[in-house]
């Protein structure tokens, strides 16, 4: 974009939107076009495309394309009439659950999403208290912000929230690790079960993504979750998986994130890569709860579950599986992560590399001693990834760890391009240290 022209569209833009979106990058990028796992600005010029989950099978997907502009062009209307679609895409889309959780409710967004489950959560239990990690988001509803530790200053006055520290064990606590970690971690989990207690405050339940993404795509010790939600459901709540960011096939394995664990939440949501940009969302739940909850409480959706929305749902479970794309996750996310950690032994900057299926996390410090979060250099790596047409960007507490959560459609060729830039980045920023 020529800087006259991004400039007046820039100040036009906080003009009439003020600054409550945040845009990437030092030079904000005007995109015009998708394709696949290619991305091309105002200017001609082509990026990969590694950070967007939310063109899950690939930007513009020409059969998701098609199915949405047939179903566009034949019917579009609120879901209170009967139609096919709605009711095959929840069955297909249940089919992909434990059999404890067989029914749905569809809404928009992901915060919708997470706002009915605290609603129905809140609801079935007769308790009010949620607990969360001390670093996360989960959507932008007035209840939703209330648990949102990591970026919401509603979050900081409720006393209907109560956090622990993130499951992270990489720094971990008072030097323990293994079995020792998680069950510190638990026993944290168990002070805010405590907390609430202590103020007369039932607890509804824990809400966490189970790959914690927000938080950095924690390697969570192993045993925690599942300690943890022992804790919360003998203390009355139920578990909220939110599988917004980390669903639909990514980890590769699984479907769906929960399902690395040995347990099964009660309710979980859903959201970004379910309608391809397409504004789907939704919660699926054990049928007795929603069941308890509709006999009262009222829930209706104008356009959540319309049929446009599901013929796209619908195509994206078909190109999921026609192009086993979560294969793809295992095989490429396999070679892009042995690549990262080859970058890992060469460079110091590097503290440790994660990943789940087609999500990669790359910690960054100053020190491998110190484990200090090299948060400025993380905005730098991105910035001048930008520059050389690589898409990325952070997470985490610090914003220092670098998110590589690509379309699904990734292949090899792609993660060496990837590597490429990645590599020179930090040679260049070595040299520069
Ligand atoms: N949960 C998680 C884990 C998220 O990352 C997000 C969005 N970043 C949301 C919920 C909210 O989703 P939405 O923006 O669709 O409301």
Redesign the pocket.
Known sequence: MADNQAQDLLSRRYRVMGHHTPLFYEKPLQLVRGEGVWLWDSEGKRYLDVYNNVPHVGHCNPRVVEALSRQASTLNIHTRYLHNNIVDYLERLTATFDDSLQMAMLT???????ELALRMARYCTGGQGIIVTDFA????TEA?AEIGTGFMPEAKTTKRVKAFPIPDSYRGIDGLTGEALAQAYADRVQQAIDAFHAEGIKVAGILV?PDF??EGLLNVPAGFLEQAVAKVRKAGGVYIA?????GFGRSGKHFWAHQWYDVTPDIV?M??PMGNGH?L?GVVARPEMIEAFSKEAMYFNTFGGNPVSCAVGMAVLDVLQEDNLMQNAVTTGAYVTDGLNKLQQKHELIGEVRDLGMFFGVELVQSRTSKAPAKAEARRIINRMRDKGVLISTIGVHNSILKLRPPMPFQPEHGDILLEMLDEVLTEMEGRV
């Open positions: 928009c967004t992901g915060s919708e999403a997470n988001y989960h959507g932008n939703v993504c993404a927000n939110d599988e917004v960011q980390v949501t959201g970004k504004p969302a």
